[in-house]
């Protein structure tokens, strides 16, 4: 009975079926549960991002797994996404000791990585909270924003009016934020910016930093500042705001989400209450969901981001450039090992890799860069890359298959994109297989019968288009 239950609840991790896992152990009683099956409940908490969960069942299992490789790697895993990075290199380390393997390494790595920056983002907040208690100390209590005109801070748009500003926060409306927030006090110069106007998109919305993000290398960007208020979907108590990001989008609970950016709620700045309490004066940070929820610190206070944004020219890269550079790039820059490979096994089509190549050029001439995202052409990209990947690889695991779609374009030195959000592929792939193209069985993946044929017909029709188009 034992084993034919390991071997349903194997299966059910092949599939994907982590809720079902959780269902299964926690109906039978808790008296009967073992070691194997505890370990097994605190894996699918961790593949559902129930990292706390996951964690503490596995601390009941501390003694039991002292020896056991899995129990590390599952602690490691679950330290890791919690953000507790030494703890996860401790027990990686431990794993891969106990059981050495190439996972194993990679993971150690990144923990390893995480580590470091941490430590360069906690003496970069920790210098600057110095800095800035010593200008208090030697200015006094300075009114927010002395000789900085806010009157010229915002955007005039409709849309920016109609979208995000509140009526003036009074002292009752701001105790009722406070409170949905979860009772963090919002920082004196943010009342005092929202009483010039409550919240909008303003006209600098760029803030340098000395680590890269998804977004750039050297800097992130804002669409919008929330307004003190809860009638409006995007103000600070609205249905979209801070409390909306971090229980549904899962950004840490650690103080008030306050700008989103361009990234539609792929990543996010807030104000981080962490070292200064819920009454304190929190610090500025900007939080990456794209790269596991990673940290980056911007700045010591409120008025020091508002007075450190600037605006776009100052890091934009003229179009102009951007697009020559990337049709060179898309023309001429070599493949990445694996996609070469994966054309060069191609004999039905004819010089497959001249047609990527067209379509990345039309895509490249639509957006003035080199990128995939959730249109048309970028879809074809991600059809592509799959077809060609379990044409030499057939049927996959999902797993395997979102491993290797990195090294195929997304962080191909040459022909590449420099990078990529992982929830458009992801996305693409639960489109795929809603509409039916795509098949997954037991956490398999494989085309369906014509998928093939349509795939290779909309490559040629689209590089045709492009080869056949006349440019300035």
């Known amino acids: 009975m034992e084993q034919e239950l390991l071997a349903r609840l194997n299966q059910l991790h092949e599939d994907d079926e982590f809720a079902e896992i959780v269902k299964t152990i926690m109906g039978i009683p808790a008296s009967e549960r073992d070691y194997e099956l505890l370990g097994q409940l605190a894996r699918a908490y961790n593949n559902l991002g129930r990292y706390d969960e996951a964690m503490e069942q596995l601390l009941v299992l501390a003694e039991q797994g002292k020896d056991d490789s899995a129990w590390h790697y599952r602690i490691g895993y679950s330290y890791y996404f919690l953000q507790q990075y030494k703890q996860a290199v401790g027990a990686f380390t431990r794993a891969y ?48 924003f002395a000789g900085m005109d806010v009157s010229q801070f915002w955007e005039n748009s409709r849309y920016a009016i109609d979208t995000y500003v509140c009526d003036p926060p009074t002292e009752k409306m701001i105790a009722l934020v406070e409170e949905e927030l979860g009772g963090y006090k919002l920082p004196a110069s943010y009342i005092a910016l929202m009483k010039v106007q409550n919240g909008g998109i303003p006209r600098n919305t760029c803030f340098g930093t000395e680590e890269p993000t998804s977004w750039s290398e050297d800097h992130i960007a804002i669409t919008s500042i929330m307004g003190i208020g809860l009638e409006k979907a995007e103000a600070l108590g609205g249905s979209s705001g801070s409390r909306f990001m971090i229980e549904e989008w899962g950004y840490p609970d650690i103080g008030v989400v306050i700008c989103d950016c ?211």
């Open 262 to 472: 361009p990234s539609a709620g792929h990543d996010v700045v807030m104000l981080d209450y962490r070292s200064c309490g819920k009454d304190g004066e929190p610090s500025v940070i900007h939080v990456d969901q794209e790269s596991d929820y990673e940290i980056t610190y911007l700045a010591p206070d409120f008025e020091s981001f508002i007075r450190g944004l600037r605006p776009d020219e100052d890091y934009e890269i003229p179009a102009e450039v951007t697009l020559e550079e990337d049709l060179r790039k898309v023309n001429e820059a070599p493949f990445s090992p694996l996609l070469a490979e994966l054309c060069g096994a191609v004999t039905e089509v004819e010089r497959v890799d001249l047609l990527i190549r067209s379509v990345a050029a039309r895509i490249v001439r639509e957006k003035g860069y080199f990128a995939l995202h959730a249109d048309e052409f970028s879809t074809l990209m991600y059809d592509v890359q799959f077809w060609l990947y379990s044409r030499v690889h057939p049927v996959p695991a999902t797993e395997d298959y979102l491993k290797q779609y990195r090294e195929m374009i997304a962080f191909a030195s040459g022909f590449g994109t420099g990078g990529y959000a992982e929830a458009f592929v992801t996305d693409w792939l639960k489109d795929r297989i809603n509409n039916g193209m795509i098949r997954k069985d037991h956490g398999k993946l494989q085309l369906v019968e014509g998928a093939e044929a349509d795939i290779v017909a909309r490559l040629k029709e689209t590089a045709g288009d492009e080869e056949d188009r006349t440019w300035p």
């Open 97 to 144: 000791e106990l059981n050495p393997s190439e996972d194993l390494e990679e993971w150690l790595e990144a923990a390893r990585e995480k580590v470091e920056r941490s430590e360069r983002q906690e003496r970069r907040a920790a210098a600057a909270r110095a800095e800035r208690e010593q200008r208090v100390k030697e200015g006094g209590n300075q009114e927010p």
